[in-house]
């Protein structure tokens, strides 16, 4: 499965997307729209096939173009901890209700109904939401009724938990959970699961040393953790391939910077200011290694622009594109 999964990376969706390509097309190029992923596959796309391209639309998802997992996870939670400070400004009653939740994740083992082991690292996990133009408000609400009183004392909602379970199970999408650090892999080391590694690096993020002072609780954002595989029933009969994944060797590189160098494709990206899934530094410098790419930085819109302001953000990546503005 392990060895299977490695092809399913940017070079083989590169090569998948030239295949059909020439069946759509009957040969000529064609324009692609890049979001998140699909932006480090664009990239990719401009590295290996420039010839099946007419040009190249990126929203969100410039990646760099030699940082190993390692970095991409160091750059990530300061970003993070950025996007929970401005949450809590914006609704700094979360601060007390998520060290509620928190602490009685601690004092209490909570399987969720569909059987998944909810822990407080699950809880901080749910940060993701912070990096969408509406999560910071989608967490506050539910963060809003956690608890009813039962003879018992206080105990989880159901409709919390329902909610819960919804976002934090990978049923409808398993795939996203096994590769998601493999996408990063360029190395001939292996990604040895980054994201849960570099996390010790930032010892603010450790729930139980939180709640011994007065601090509020972080969240964290959009990473995998071995946890997941054992806590999520959905995700527990893949743990060996997923460590398997993780202790993969030998990466091919997924970038040529030096055919970018010489680009020739019309290229436009929006990078949004401050992104929580992709580093905006990162981005601009990649942006100053493909020659021809036109940015757009806006601090307007969140990771999910394309969605939130679809007509708008296309129109004005066409119009780069194009050289029209």
Request: aromatic content about 10%.
């Amino acid at each position: 499965q392990a060895d299977y999964l490695a092809r399913f990376r940017a070079d083989s969706i590169v090569r998948d997307c030239e295949a059909i390509r020439r069946e759509v097309t009957g040969g000529a190029p064609w324009t692609v729209l890049g979001q998140s992923f699909g932006g480090f596959c664009a990239v990719t796309y401009l590295s290996f096939a420039p010839e099946g391209l007419s040009a190249a639309l990126i929203t969100g998802g410039l990646p760099s173009l030699d940082a190993t997992a390692d970095d991409v996870y160091h750059a990530a939670y300061p970003r993070i901890e950025r996007k929970v400070a401005a949450h809590y400004a914006r609704y700094p009653q979360d601060v007390e209700r998520a060290r509620r939740i928190a602490e009685h994740l601690l004092q209490h083992e909570v399987v969720l109904p569909n059987g998944y082991r909810f822990t407080v690292e699950a809880f901080q996990s749910l940060g993701i939401m912070l990096g969408r133009s509406d999560g910071s408000h989608r967490l506050h609400f539910l963060l809003e009724d956690a608890f009813v009183r039962t003879p018992q004392g206080p105990a989880l909602a159901d409709a919390f938990q329902e909610e819960v379970q919804g976002l934090l199970s990978y049923a409808g999408h398993p795939l996203y959970a096994l590769l998601h650090e493999a996408i990063y892999g360029q190395d001939p080391g292996p990604t040895d699961w980054a994201a849960e590694r570099v996390r010790a690096r930032f010892p603010q993020f450790d729930a139980a040393k939180t709640l011994t002072g007065e601090g509020p609780l972080l969240f964290t954002g959009e990473s995998v953790h071995p946890w997941m595989f054992d806590n999520d029933p959905a995700l527990r009969p893949l743990r060996e391939t997923a460590d398997d994944l993780a202790g993969e060797r030998g990466w091919a590189p997924l970038y040529d910077p030096d055919r970018l160098a010489v680009n020739e494709v019309p290229v436009a990206a929006a990078i949004y200011h401050d992104d929580m899934y992709v580093d905006t530094a990162h981005s601009l410098q990649t942006a100053r290694a493909v020659r021809g790419l036109r940015t757009w930085v806006t601090d307007e819109f969140e990771h999910d622009g394309v969605r939130a302001g679809g007509p708008r953000v296309l129109d004005r990546l066409l119009a780069l594109a194009r050289d029209e503005e």
